[in-house]
């Protein structure tokens, strides 16, 4: 009962000595004529608002004072207040005074036991590291305070020089290292060198950037993680329509056809299983890489909090690292619908011929249904990137029109006189007796991404592409271009005109000698290019849907001009 009686008296006391301006223990007390007592820095900083007025106060009592009192220092008020701060220190024990250094944590330099205290402070004057317990000193004792202390976040021997066993507090630019004072004047002389203190504040603007970089990324990857999810609930859904749809036309079909319904409906069930583990995959990667991003902005986060210098630029080094996956494949993502679409479009056919149907279409069906893919590779924009896409071709003697033939390591197609040509002196015009096409195919088939490039002279070529199943008749209707199983750019002296189903558009665009040519079969879409050296401009691009395998092709427009005999079209050798 004593022990608690002297308690609260001392709480008593405390709540007395304690100044009512900045509510905290008196520091060098003064006493005002009043008779009430203050810090002399907080009742000097309240005077000095009230100088312009000419009248002070007390700010308890509001006694005024028309003359500015002097203030002397109340010995034995500040001797009690020192008393008080002395017990309460005796009477504290923080919890983290009591904790046993573990195998990560520094050990206290000053604890005598078997097993040392965990140190929270290290001194780079004492250079010594402290528990709670024995920095207390470094609190009290007036020499001791002016010492610099630092978060005891690693052994102080790794922060000495191993040489000279002082103190790295200099940062050599020359060699990337931290040395000692003595180095300056040793093997680092006549180096480039900072404070440790200097460089780490210059780092600081470094980690305050890879810290933004490291959290743009990770607003990228979230942003790619929506969109994969977005496309995968899009992916579901669209299979799950495209599925009802093919079972309300099948059941339409007679029984014969039953079997290869169930066979279809099992390919879309399988692709969509496949597809979606790939994409679940591909989201815990992404959820993965997010979290490896936030936890190297947490470390940023906390090391940009460090007031050790020397820790800072040792661990900073390995933190800079990118933590990325430079293998994890990017969006953007979309569902890749086009292919639940293309079968149900096809499938629909069926119900015209069914045999015939089941015969030649089952096999578009399988490849068509098979183009899944949620992550689409960016779009090339140069023609560097266009290169990436190159593919070696080479033109078919088996598709071969006549007054056409085939050299360059079957790379050229060179036009010959057709003898069936007269010159009308009437019409001053060539006429062209019967109507003989000449074009050939390539023996590669298309069905991905792909980029070729052609180069021309004299009459008028057409660079195309076209099923393979195009009528080798030569009749106007077999011409690329003339129905829709082709798609033609037709180039001249004169410009440019692209047809296609038998319907065409003037192109404008720099007339070049050469034309590019971008497929990307997956996503519809096959562009023309004029190239003029490294540079290319878009001449024309087509939207659509492609439901079999593409091939390139080159035809000439025989005008029975003899500019057109011995006129040519190669294809540029890319790879």
Request: charged content about 25%.
């Amino acid at each position: 009962m004593a022990e608690q009686q002297q308690q609260n008296n001392m709480d008593l006391d405390q709540s007395q000595l304690c100044c009512s301006v900045c509510l905290d223990l008196l520091k060098e007390p003064v006493t005002i004529p009043c008779g009430h007592n203050y810090c002399k820095v907080c009742i000097e900083g309240c005077w000095e608002k009230e100088e312009q007025r000419g009248k002070y106060s007390c700010p308890q009592c509001r006694e005024e004072f028309s003359q500015r009192p002097v203030l002397r220092r109340n010995n034995m008020l500040a001797e009690v207040v020192l008393k008080l701060k002395r017990m309460s220190t005796q009477q504290a024990s923080p919890p983290a005074a009591v904790t046993c250094a573990g195998p990560s944590d520094v050990a206290c330099d000053f604890c005598s036991e078997a097993e040392p205290n965990a140190a929270t402070m290290s001194c780079l004057n004492c250079l010594a590291s402290y528990c709670p317990t024995h920095l207390q000193p470094h609190y009290s004792v007036p020499v001791l305070k002016k010492h610099q202390l630092v978060s005891a976040t690693v052994p102080l021997q790794e922060k000495m020089c191993t040489k000279h066993n002082k103190l790295m507090e200099v940062f050599c630019q020359t060699d990337k290292t931290c040395i000692c004072y003595l180095c300056i004047i040793d093997e680092h002389k006549g180096h480039s060198t900072v404070s440790a203190a200097a460089e780490t504040a210059e780092e600081q603007k470094q980690l305050t950037v890879s810290q933004k970089e490291v959290q743009q990324r990770e607003q990228e990857r979230e942003k790619e993680l929506n969109q994969l999810i977005k496309a995968l609930k899009e992916y579901k859904s669209c299979c799950g329509t495209a599925v009802k749809t093919n079972d309300d036309i099948f059941d339409e079909l007679i029984t014969s056809i039953k079997k290869k319904r169930t066979l279809v409906k099992q390919l879309m069930k399988n692709q969509e299983k496949t597809a979606v583990a790939k994409a679940e995959e591909l989201q815990l990667q992404l959820e993965d890489e997010i979290s490896k991003l936030r936890r190297r902005d947490s470390e940023l986060e906390q090391l940009s909090h460090v007031d050790d210098n020397i820790h800072f630029i040792q661990t900073f080094k390995s933190l800079s690292i990118s933590c990325e996956n430079p293998d994890l494949r990017v969006g953007p993502f979309a569902c890749p619908e086009r292919s639940f679409r293309a079968v149900t479009d096809v499938v629909s056919q069926l119900m015209g011929d069914i045999d015939r149907l089941l015969n030649e279409k089952w096999p578009r069906i399988s490849r068509t249904v098979s183009f899944t893919d949620f992550v689409m590779p960016p779009e090339p924009e140069t023609r560097e990137d266009m290169l990436g896409y190159c593919c070696p071709l080479t033109l078919d003697q088996n598709t071969v029109s006549k007054y056409l033939t085939i050299s360059q390591e079957n790379r050229r197609a060179t036009s010959e006189k057709n003898p069936n040509c007269y010159l009308d002196r009437r019409l001053h015009r060539w006429i062209n007796v019967g109507n003989n096409i000449r074009q050939v195919l390539c023996s590669e088939s298309l069905s991905g991404r792909c980029y070729w490039e052609v180069t021309w002279s004299g009459s008028t070529w057409s660079v195309a592409v076209s099923y393979k199943d195009i009528s080798q008749q030569s009749t106007y209707d077999s011409e690329f271009g003339n129905d829709n199983k082709s798609w033609s750019l037709d180039c001249s002296q004169k410009g440019y005109c692209f047809r296609h189903n038998r319907g065409s558009t003037s192109v404008s665009g720099n007339r070049t000698s050469t034309v590019g040519v971008y497929l990307d079969y997956e996503a519809g879409t096959l562009s023309f290019y004029s190239i003029s050296g490294t540079n290319m401009t878009l001449l024309h691009k087509v939207k659509t849907t492609f439901t079999e395998p593409l091939y390139p092709g080159l035809g000439v427009k025989d005008d029975g001009s003899q500019s057109s005999s011995g006129s040519y079209a190669e294809l540029i050798k890319l790879w």
